[in-house]
């Protein structure tokens, strides 16, 4: 099975810089990877989808690339706020070909300071 | 709005009880999913349906149960199998296209403690 590593460490910065997290897979490469947003106590929210044939995607402060040869995937907010301080979730399908369920990786705590 | 709405926020059983999570959409979507988070772990499917009647066991199935009578419903039960029940318990919906992923809506979870 697919096996996800996302930093463990909180990711701290200043506010109006560009936050860049990591999401690595290790076993086969997936047709797709999304990224979710989670605040306390809540449940996650759907931020950015993107497929193995697309490089970037990006949507209003927000980009994700997707590197297929490095098992990497980079997400990045940029003119960072102290509203973006969450934990953010990378997921992905199951299989090489699966489309019916996702795996989460554990996410990485984003704090931003004013 | 529509939405997805999970019961009760928090919930509370002994040991030996079943318990009932409830889960509520109303966005047409076809697939409905329940995950288990733990303090520093990821979520873990617990269970998810593509279509009314119909359901799958996901990594962790053991000691829960559910029904998919409706669409709009995906009810979770932890039965008294299941040991280590405390968690935070998330449900979610999403489209279910074949060969097309969509992005899943959750809920705003049920945190069940066991005393």
């Known amino acids: 099975s697919q096996k996800i590593e996302q930093n463990s460490e909180a990711l701290n910065i200043q506010e109006g810089k560009t936050a860049t997290l990591t999401c690595n897979y290790t076993n086969y490469s997936p047709a797709y990877l999304q990224w979710y947003r989670q605040d306390p106590g809540r449940g996650p929210v759907f931020l950015l989808l993107i497929r193995e044939n697309e490089k970037e995607k990006r949507k209003e402060r927000l980009k994700v690339t997707f590197d297929t040869t490095l098992k990497q995937s980079l997400f990045h907010i940029t003119a960072s706020q102290p509203a973006d301080s969450a934990t953010y979730l990378c997921?992905?399908?199951?299989?090489?070909?699966?489309?019916?369920?996702?795996?989460f990786g554990k996410g990485t705590m984003l704090l931003v300071s004013p | 709005d529509g939405g997805i709405t999970q019961s009760p926020k928090y919930l509370f059983r002994k040991e030996g009880q079943n318990v009932t999570l409830s889960c509520e959409q109303n966005?047409?979507?076809?697939?409905m999913y329940w995950y288990r988070q733990d303090p520093g772990q990821g979520l873990r499917l617990i269970y998810y349906s593509q279509i009314v009647n119909d359901f799958q066991k996901g990594d962790i199935a053991e000691g829960y149960s559910v029904s998919r009578e409706k669409k709009e419903s995906f009810p979770l039960t932890v039965t008294s199998a299941q040991k280590n029940p405390t968690a935070f318990y998330l449900c979610?919906?999403?489209?279910?296209?074949?060969?097309?992923?969509?992005?899943?809506?959750f809920g705003s979870g049920t945190r069940l403690t066991v005393v």
């Open positions: 979610a919906s999403s489209i279910f296209r074949a060969e097309n992923p969509y992005g899943y809506t």
């Open positions: 966005l047409n979507h076809d697939a």
């Open positions: 997921a992905l399908p199951p299989g090489p070909s699966g489309y019916s369920t996702l795996t």
